[in-house]
C-alpha cells in the first residue's frame, strides 16, 4: 500500500450528486502560487524563522466546565497532537508544513483521518496544485485535491483544517501573494547583478598585444603561454617578462557594485511582508523583540490553530461540553534569567505557581511533592479576611462584657419599674 492509499483509501464518495460550489467573492478553487518564493533565500529564511518558531506549539485537548474548572481531555488526542499525528511526521515538522504553505500559499490545508466511530485518528498535511470547492444538493461542502502526480480525491470541507492568511477577496480562501511579486523581483535582480558583477570582474583581465605581424595559430599559442606562466594561481611571483615582439595591456575593471542600503531596502520589504524583524530572522533578539514577535506572530497563529483544530474535531454539542482544542507555547523561556526569577518572586507568594512550575520556568527539572502550591501569609482569601474583620471587630465588645446586660452591668436588676 502506497502513501496515498494509506491516507485516502477509506475516503468514501460523496453520498449525493456534487457541482461546483457558488463562493461570494468569486473564484471557488485554489491553485499553487507559481510566483517559486521559496526560492529566494530572504523569503525563505523569514518563512523558516516564523515556522520553526510556531512549530514549538504544544497541542491539547482540553475540557472547560461551567464552573471554570479546566481538565486534561483524552490522552490519545493529546498524543496524537503533542507527539505523532500521522505516521510519516511529528508533531513538530506537521506544524512546520503547515505554516510553511500558510505563508507561501496564504492557505495551509491538513486531512483530519477519522475511524469507523468518526475518532480521529491521524492529521495530513497537504501539499495540493490545485484545490476546487464542490456543493452537494444538501448544501455540505466538499473539496477536489489535485496533486503534482496528477492523482486527485474528493475529501468533506468539514474534516479538512483549513488555515487562511490575507482572508480578503474570497470567503473560502485567502488572496494569493502578488503583492509580494515586486519585491521579490528586486531580490532576485540584485542577485543576478552580483553574479554578473563577479563574472565581469573575472572575464578579460587585459590584453596581450603582438607588436609584430603573426598567424592565428602564434597569436592563440602565444596567449595560452601566457595565462599558464603569468596568470596562473601558482604564479605566486606577480611579476610578468615580454620581449620587445609583445606589450601587455591591463584593463582595470570596475564592475557595478549594489548599494548595500538597496539591498537592505528590499530585504526590509519582504521581512514586513511577513511581519518578521531581521533580528528573529538571524537569532539575534533580545527579550523585547521576541516579546513583539510572539504577540503578533505566533499568537494569532496559536489562536488560529486553537479555533480550526476545534471546530473541526468536535460538533457542536461536544463543544457545548467544553471540549476544545488549545495550542500554546511557554513563552517565558525565551526570556531572561532575571525576568524569571523577578516574574517568580512576585507572583509566587501569591499561590499562583506550584514548586513544579516555578522550576519549569528556570529550565530545571521538577522534584518530588513539587506539585504543591506555596502561599504567603500576607496573602488570604477574601472571603476569609472578611471573617477576620468581623471576628476582630467583635473582639473588643466580648472583653469590655457587652454580653446584653444593663446600664448598670446587673442585668437589669435597677433597670425594670416598681409595682
Given at each position: 500500500?502506497?502513501?496515498?492509499?494509506?491516507?485516502?483509501?477509506?475516503?468514501?464518495?460523496?453520498?449525493?450528486?456534487?457541482?461546483?460550489?457558488?463562493?461570494?467573492?468569486?473564484?471557488?478553487?485554489?491553485?499553487a502560487?507559481?510566483?517559486?518564493?521559496?526560492?529566494?533565500?530572504?523569503?525563505?529564511?523569514?518563512?523558516?524563522?516564523?515556522?520553526?518558531?510556531?512549530?514549538?506549539?504544544?497541542?491539547?485537548?482540553?475540557i472547560?466546565?461551567?464552573?471554570?474548572?479546566?481538565v486534561t481531555?483524552?490522552?490519545?488526542?493529546?498524543?496524537?497532537?503533542?507527539?505523532?499525528?500521522?505516521?510519516?511526521?511529528?508533531?513538530?515538522?506537521?506544524?512546520?508544513k503547515?505554516?510553511?504553505?500558510y505563508?507561501?500559499?496564504?492557505n495551509?490545508?491538513?486531512?483530519?483521518?477519522?475511524?469507523?466511530?468518526?475518532?480521529?485518528?491521524?492529521?495530513?498535511?497537504?501539499?495540493?496544485?490545485?484545490?476546487?470547492?464542490?456543493?452537494?444538493?444538501?448544501?455540505?461542502?466538499?473539496?477536489r485535491?489535485?496533486?503534482?502526480?496528477?492523482?486527485?480525491?474528493?475529501?468533506?470541507?468539514?474534516d479538512?483544517?483549513?488555515?487562511?492568511?490575507?482572508?480578503?477577496?474570497?470567503?473560502?480562501?485567502?488572496?494569493?501573494?502578488?503583492?509580494?511579486?515586486?519585491?521579490?523581483?528586486?531580490?532576485?535582480?540584485?542577485?543576478?547583478?552580483?553574479?554578473?558583477?563577479?563574472?565581469?570582474?573575472?572575464?578579460?583581465?587585459?590584453?596581450?598585444?603582438r607588436t609584430?605581424?603573426?598567424?592565428?595559430?602564434?597569436?592563440?599559442?602565444?596567449?595560452?603561454?601566457?595565462?599558464?606562466?603569468?596568470?596562473?594561481?601558482?604564479?605566486?611571483?606577480?611579476?610578468?617578462?615580454?620581449?620587445?615582439?609583445?606589450?601587455y595591456?591591463?584593463?582595470?575593471?570596475?564592475?557595478?557594485a549594489?548599494?548595500?542600503?538597496?539591498?537592505?531596502?528590499v530585504?526590509?520589504?519582504?521581512?514586513?511582508?511577513l511581519?518578521?524583524?531581521?533580528?528573529?530572522?538571524?537569532?539575534?533578539y533580545?527579550?523585547?523583540?521576541?516579546?513583539a514577535?510572539?504577540e503578533?506572530?505566533?499568537e494569532p497563529?496559536?489562536?488560529?490553530?486553537?479555533?480550526?483544530?476545534?471546530?473541526?474535531?468536535?460538533?457542536?454539542?461536544?463543544?457545548?461540553?467544553?471540549?476544545?482544542?488549545?495550542?500554546?507555547?511557554?513563552?517565558?523561556?525565551?526570556?531572561?534569567?532575571?525576568?524569571?526569577v523577578?516574574?517568580?518572586r512576585?507572583?509566587m507568594?501569591?499561590?499562583?505557581?506550584?514548586?513544579n512550575q516555578?522550576?519549569?520556568?528556570?529550565?530545571?527539572?521538577?522534584?518530588?511533592?513539587?506539585?504543591?502550591?506555596?502561599?504567603?501569609?500576607?496573602?488570604v482569601?477574601?472571603?476569609?479576611?472578611?471573617e477576620?474583620q468581623?471576628?476582630?471587630?467583635?473582639?473588643?465588645?466580648?472583653?469590655?462584657?457587652?454580653?446584653?446586660?444593663?446600664?448598670?452591668?446587673?442585668?437589669?436588676?435597677?433597670?425594670?419599674?416598681?409595682?
Amino acid at each position: 500500500m502506497n502513501i496515498f492509499q494509506r491516507i485516502f483509501g477509506r475516503v468514501k464518495p460523496p453520498a449525493r450528486e456534487t457541482s461546483r460550489a457558488e463562493i461570494i467573492g468569486g473564484g471557488n478553487a485554489f491553485s499553487a502560487w507559481s510566483g517559486n518564493a521559496y526560492s529566494n533565500d530572504i523569503f525563505r529564511s523569514a518563512v523558516d524563522a516564523i515556522a520553526r518558531n510556531a512549530a514549538k506549539l504544544k497541542g491539547s485537548h482540553i475540557i472547560k466546565y461551567r464552573d471554570h474548572e479546566q481538565v486534561t481531555g483524552d490522552c490519545k488526542l493529546n498524543r496524537l497532537l503533542q507527539v505523532e499525528p500521522n505516521p510519516y511526521m511529528s508533531a513538530f515538522d506537521m506544524l512546520y508544513k503547515l505554516f510553511t504553505h500558510y505563508f507561501l500559499y496564504n492557505n495551509a490545508f491538513a486531512y483530519i483521518q477519522k475511524d469507523e466511530r468518526g475518532q480521529c485518528v491521524a492529521v495530513f498535511p497537504l501539499n495540493p496544485v490545485h484545490a476546487e470547492f464542490l456543493s452537494d444538493t444538501g448544501g455540505a461542502l466538499y473539496v477536489r485535491f489535485i496533486f503534482s502526480g496528477g492523482r486527485e480525491v474528493i475529501l468533506p470541507y468539514a474534516d479538512i483544517v483549513h488555515l487562511r492568511r490575507n482572508f480578503n477577496g474570497n470567503d473560502i480562501l485567502g488572496d494569493p501573494n502578488d503583492a509580494l511579486s515586486p519585491a521579490l523581483q528586486l531580490a532576485h535582480a540584485q542577485n543576478e547583478g552580483i553574479v554578473s558583477a563577479i563574472k565581469t570582474g573575472a572575464s578579460i583581465r587585459g590584453i596581450l598585444k603582438r607588436t609584430q605581424l603573426a598567424n592565428a595559430d602564434i597569436l592563440k599559442e602565444m596567449r595560452e603561454n601566457f595565462i599558464q606562466d603569468y596568470l596562473n594561481i601558482n604564479n605566486n611571483g606577480g611579476i610578468a617578462v615580454l620581449d620587445s615582439a609583445a606589450e601587455y595591456i591591463p584593463i582595470d575593471n570596475k564592475p557595478y557594485a549594489i548599494d548595500e542600503k538597496q539591498m537592505q531596502a528590499v530585504k526590509t520589504k519582504i521581512y514586513d511582508y511577513l511581519g518578521v524583524s531581521e533580528a528573529i530572522v538571524n537569532s539575534s533578539y533580545d527579550e523585547n523583540q521576541w516579546a513583539a514577535f510572539y504577540e503578533s506572530v505566533i499568537e494569532p497563529l496559536a489562536l488560529q490553530l486553537s479555533l480550526e483544530f476545534t471546530r473541526k474535531l468536535f460538533n457542536d454539542r461536544e463543544r457545548a461540553f467544553g471540549n476544545s482544542i488549545l495550542f500554546e507555547s511557554g513563552r517565558l523561556q525565551f526570556t531572561s534569567n532575571a525576568t524569571k526569577v523577578n516574574l517568580i518572586r512576585e507572583i509566587m507568594p501569591m499561590g499562583l505557581l506550584t514548586v513544579n512550575q516555578a522550576l519549569e520556568i528556570l529550565n530545571l527539572p521538577s522534584v518530588s511533592g513539587g506539585d504543591r502550591r506555596i502561599q504567603s501569609l500576607n496573602y488570604v482569601d477574601a472571603d476569609k479576611a472578611e471573617e477576620y474583620q468581623l471576628a476582630k471587630a467583635k473582639a473588643p465588645a466580648a472583653l469590655n462584657g457587652d454580653t446584653g446586660a444593663g446600664a448598670d452591668g446587673k442585668n437589669g436588676e435597677n433597670g425594670g419599674t416598681q409595682a
